[in-house]
C-alpha cells in the first residue's frame, strides 16, 4: 500500500501534535526561570551597590549570574526536547567534573573570587598581607587580586611602585592579614632610648607631646590618646611611644614624630638621648703610667 504522502502544512500539524506538550511545558519553564532571573538580578545588583563594589568586579559578577541562568535555561529546553531530564542531568555533571578537573586551577580562583565578592574579607585600598606580599589593594578581578606593593624594594611601609598579581586560587591556602579589618587606624610606636641620669616625668610629658600634636587626627577619630610602655635596658630606659595611625600613612606618621621628638629634646636638657658609650673613672690619684712618668 503505497504511503501517505501529506503536504508541508499536514507535516507541520502532526509535529505540532505530537510535540506541543513539550513546547508548552519549556515555553512555561523558560518563563519561569526568566522571571527568576530578573528578580535574583535585580537584588544582586542592589546587593552590589550596598557593598560598594568597583564597577569591573559588579559586571563581571552580574555577567557571571546571566551566564548561569542561559545554562540553566540549555539544560531544561534539552532535557525537555530529549524526554529525559535525568539522563541530561547525568551528562551534564559528568561534562562537568571533566571540566572541572581539566581546569582545576581556573574554576578555583573564580570560586576564590566568588567568595571574595561575598564574605570580603578585604576591599580596594585595603592594606593587607597575602602569602607574605604586603601591599595595597588595588584591584579584585576575576582570577587576580592585585596590589600596590608596599616596601620591597625599600625599608619600612611605603609605595615601592610595582604591582604585585595574587592567583585567587591560591587565597584558599594562605593567611590574609587586612589592617583594614575592623577600622582604618592600627597601633603603632616609636621607640625612644633615654639616660638614666633623665628626668622621667620630663621625657614622658615630652613624648606624649610630640604624639599627639602629629596624631590630632586619629585622637579625634579612635577617642585613643597616645601612651607609653618603658623597659630597663643595659644602656639607659627604653620608653615605647605608642598610638594610633591609618595603616597606610604609619611610615609619614612615624617619621614625623621622631622629628618632633628630636626638637622637643633639644629644649629640654634634663632629658638626653641614650647611645652606646664608655666611661672610664680613675680613683687614688693619678694612673700607673703617669706615676711612672713622674718618677
Known amino acids: 500500500m503505497p504511503k501517505e504522502i501529506l503536504s508541508l502544512p499536514e507535516r507541520a500539524a502532526h509535529w505540532f501534535a505530537a510535540n506541543g506538550p513539550k513546547i ?31 564597577p569591573h568586579s559588579a559586571q563581571m559578577l552580574l555577567l557571571l549570574w546571566k551566564y548561569g541562568f542561559l545554562f540553566l535555561g540549555v539544560l ?5 526536547m530529549a524526554g529525559n531530564l535525568a539522563a541530561i542531568g547525568l551528562s551534564t555533571a ?9 581546569l582545576q586551577r581556573p ?9 571574595l565578592m561575598i564574605n570580603r574579607p578585604f ?3 585595603d592594606r593587607v598581607i597575602i602569602a607574605g606580599i604586603r601591599g595595597d589593594v588595588v584591584d579584585i578581578n576575576l582570577m587576580y ?3 600596590g606593593e608596599v616596601g620591597g624594594t625599600i625599608g619600612g611601609e611605603e609605595s615601592s611602585g610595582r604591582g604585585v598579581l595574587i592567583p585567587n586560587a591560591t587565597l584558599f591556602d594562605q593567611i590574609v592579614y587586612n589592617y ?28 606624649l607631646q610630640a604624639a599627639r600634636e602629629v596624631t590630632q587626627d586619629a585622637i579625634g577619630k579612635t577617642g585613643q590618646e597616645p601612651f607609653l610602655r618603658v623597659e630597663f635596658m643595659d644602656v639607659g630606659i627604653l620608653f615605647r611611644l605608642r598610638y594610633q595611625a591609618r595603616a597606610v600613612e604609619r611610615q609619614r606618621i612615624s617619621s614625623d614624630i621622631v622629628k618632633r621628638v628630636y626638637e622637643l ?6 632629658v638626653q638621648f641614650c647611645y652606646p658609650r664608655s666611661e672610664v673613672y680613675y680613683h687614688g690619684g693619678p694612673p700607673p703610667l703617669a706615676r711612672a712618668a713622674g718618677d
Not at 526568566?34 to 535574583?40: A, F, K
Open 94 to 102: 559528568f561534562v562537568g567534573m571533566v571540566l572541572g578537573w581539566s
Open 107 to 115: 574554576v578555583t580562583g573564580i570560586a576564590a573570587w566568588l567568595a
Open 123 to 125: 576591599r580596594i585600598g
Open 76 to 80: 531544561v529546553v534539552l532535557g525537555s
Open 145 to 147: 587580586t592585585v596590589l
Open 265 to 270: 629634646f633639644a629644649q629640654h636638657r634634663e
Open 180 to 207: 583594614a579589618m575592623e577600622s582604618d587606624y592600627i597601633l603603632d610606636e616609636v621607640p625612644v632610648r633615654v639616660t638614666y641620669e633623665s628626668d622621667w616625668a620630663t621625657a614622658e610629658r615630652v613624648l
Open 24 to 54: 508548552g511545558v519549556v515555553l512555561v519553564v523558560l518563563l519561569l526561570v526568566w522571571v527568576l532571573y530578573r528578580l535574583s538580578r535585580r537584588w544582586l545588583r542592589g546587593y552590589v551597590e550596598r557593598r560598594q563594589e568597583s
